[in-house]
């Protein structure tokens, strides 16, 4: 059984142009905080030095956040990208409630952004999957 383009259910424009603003946000907020990490601050060394990570993990993390504020403008990869950014923000937030209690709504309210971005691109996620399986 095929499906013709006037079947599938599309998401309304509204809908659309708001997950777009949302996701370009959210990888302004990502580009932000991730590229003094990923260049080495020593600012940014503390917190990951409190959990064991040091400065190479605190360049992995900023690179992996780099690497995900571009894929949330990329189409095809905007949904995997948001459903990568998870644990990340999971650590952040868990992180910032150890180290800045004060500041911990920041990447929680974040985390609960991605969350929103993931579910709201989660068949764009599942036809990558089905596309990369083939």
């Known amino acids: 059984m095929t499906s013709s383009?006037?079947?599938?259910?599309?998401?309304?424009?509204?809908g659309t142009l708001a997950l777009w603003v949302l996701q370009?946000?959210?990888?302004?907020?990502?580009?932000?905080?991730?590229?003094?990490?990923?260049?080495g601050?020593?600012?940014?060394?503390?917190?990951?030095?409190?959990?064991?990570?040091?400065?190479?993990g605190m360049i992995?993390?900023?690179?992996l956040e780099l690497a995900g504020a571009i894929a949330l403008l990329v189409?095809?990869?905007?949904?995997?990208?948001?459903?990568?950014?998870i644990p990340l923000m999971i650590g952040a937030t868990?992180?910032?409630?150890i180290v800045t209690p004060d500041l911990v709504?920041?990447?929680?309210?974040?985390?609960?952004?991605?969350l929103v971005v993931a579910w709201f691109r989660r068949h764009d996620t599942a036809a990558l999957v089905r596309m990369v399986r083939r």
């Open 5 to 14: 383009p006037s079947t599938l259910r599309r998401r309304p424009v509204a």
């Open 24 to 39: 370009v946000l959210l990888a302004a907020v990502f580009a932000f905080i991730a590229i003094p990490k990923a260049m």
């Open 41 to 56: 601050d020593p600012i940014a060394v503390a917190p990951f030095d409190l959990i064991g990570l040091g400065i190479p």
């Open 60 to 63: 992995v993390v900023g690179w």
């Open 75 to 85: 189409p095809r990869l905007c949904g995997l990208a948001s459903l990568c950014q």
């Open 94 to 97: 868990a992180l910032s409630a």
């Open 105 to 114: 709504t920041v990447p929680a309210v974040t985390l609960v952004l991605v």
